[in-house]
């Protein structure tokens, strides 16, 4: 069931209207219905399978709280019979055991997220290999991939660690926890929730909060804009410039990396807006997941802007994990005493660098463009790391770090990086992509911009005047939040003022929205990773 269809819609309705009819203490109770009536319209199967890593970690996580708490009643009974190292030691063996189940039920989540998202990719090499041998090719599985695997495999991943870490104690109530990882308007295209953000937002019961519900309305709306005025309306030119790498090089390259920023970012904001707006009218709080990525002056900083559920879940469970795990310190000694102090304690973080950003890509999507596209984002970061030191030599020549014009040429120049690396989402393979990258330099004619070639991208004239109409609002949007929520500032309007905004936001969608008779309607593209 699309977010902008008309079933959604109607689906929303019928939900927020109950959800405030009954009493409190089973709201939970009708968010998890919900949640599955939603996730059931993918398919049964995916039903099964989403069930199937809600059991797991449910049984997972409780194993390992159980160890825990055994563990401390254990000691206090116990607190002056036993030793230090008496103590020490038994600790040890309940922290193998949790560990134990920690791994059985990583392995099984894991592994269902692998066998469906990945055989078919392996499947694939396997056989580029077999044709240079000229042998048999294996043939592909016959798999759908289930709707946001990738995003609630993650967050019951991180729900199992923390319970293993001892942040929390694991949920109790299997109906509950299963609602923590089915909660449906996240489970499109996230953001990646941890169990004490969310949890008990979802269980605790929210009473009918007028400002909630029209700040929540108000979200939702905004997202409908910029997935339907802009997302949608922008993709046909997308599509016909990536899709046709013979016919537009050079400077539609250049075109196709700007339209496609703009058309991700109005994409996957846009589905986030709708998200965290149908939690807010519900009462629940979930966490913002974009700040302003395109104001970014580095590529780092675009990455702690840019879907930041993401960057975090990567940054504590695999990239803190890793770089202090026992190989990591055994390689760490061996390059300080090869390299020298100062090269060798680089190489371990450069190392779990590399590995995050293989898996960031790898988790996007089962291909090698999207782990060129990780292994690009990564090379650009530990370059810039590289280069501190000119850095601080340059500003401390040239006066410019707080230059309009100065910081106006880093944002520019980390668009146009990010859009450039971006790209390897949309053409067919990767030695298409450098070889469009190529065209770049040696097929570059801006006239052919001037000449009614727009026109053939699958665009008309209307459609790039609500175009620039509707970016136009979205980035002076951005600006004003730069100083507080745009929602608060308009609530302090006389009502005049704000209604004219609401319905003028409400009309736009009406009007300028790419649907109607003929509309292909597309799913949010984070749906598919």
Known sequence: MLFTSYGFILFLLVLFILYYAIPIKYQWVLLLIASFTFYSFSGWDNVAYITVTIIVTYI???KIGQLHSQQEAFLKENRDKLSREEKKAYREQVKSKQKKYLIACLLLDLGILAVLKYTNFVISNINSVLRVFKAGEISFLDIALPMGISFYTFQAVGYLVDVYRGKYPPEKNLGKFALFVSFFPQLVQGPISRFDDLGRQLYGGHVFDAKNVSFGIQRILWGFFKKLVIADRILPAVRTITQNPDTYQGIYVLLGMVFYAVQLYADFTGGIDITIGIA??????VKENFERPFFSKSTAEYWRRWHITMGT?????VFYPVSISGFMMKVSKFSREKLGEKIG?????YLSTIIVWFATGIWHGASWNFIVWGLLNCLVIIVSQELEPFYAWFHSRFNVREKFLFKLFQVGRTFILMSAIRILDCYRNVPVTFRMYRSLLTKWNVNELFNGALLELGLEKT?????????????TVSLVQRSGSIREKLAARPYIVRYVAYVGLFISIIVFGAYGIGYDSNQFIYNQF
Do not use: S
């Open 345 to 349: 304690k680089k190489v371990p973080v």
């Open 313 to 317: 879940w990567f940054r504590d469970y």
């Open 463 to 475: 459609d790039y005047y609500v175009l620039i109409f509707g970016i136009i609002i979205m980035i």
């Open 280 to 285: 807010e009218v519900l009462g629940i709080k």
């Open 60 to 62: 997972g996580a409780t």
